[in-house]
């Protein structure tokens, strides 16, 4: 995230020269944004059907197979958007300062 950030201040060669942002930088901000929300969500997520899951498993044991099933789900989601980032970081051009 902090080499996102660090992209994303796009300094230009010389000081006299305006401050901007090019396209790659903002598209490895977005990048950059896009895993620290997915991290989020999959925790937040994970948390609270585990906790449940926990519960439920310890009154009626025979759901434990369904309840792995919802599990799996979530992290089938960070995997899709794992490729599909890496998919967008792979059609960058390469930073060459």
Do not use: D
């Not at 000081?15 to 977005?30: D, H, K």
């Not at 990048?31 to 609270?48: D, E, H, T």
């Not at 044991?61 to 490729?83: G, K, M, Q």
Request: aromatic share 8%; charged share 10%.
């Amino acid at each position: 995230m902090l080499l996102m950030l660090t992209l994303a201040a796009g300094v230009k060669a010389s000081p006299e020269q305006e401050l901007g942002f090019s396209g790659f930088a903002i598209t490895a901000l977005g990048i950059g944004i896009a895993i620290a929300g997915m991290c989020l969500g999959v925790g937040w997520a994970m948390g609270v059907t585990c906790s449940a899951a926990a519960g439920a498993i310890a009154e009626k044991p025979e759901i434990s197979t369904r309840l792995i099933i919802f599990v799996v789900f979530i992290e089938a989601i960070a995997i899709y958007v794992t490729v599909i980032l890496l998919m967008i970081i792979m059609k960058l051009p390469s930073y060459a300062g």
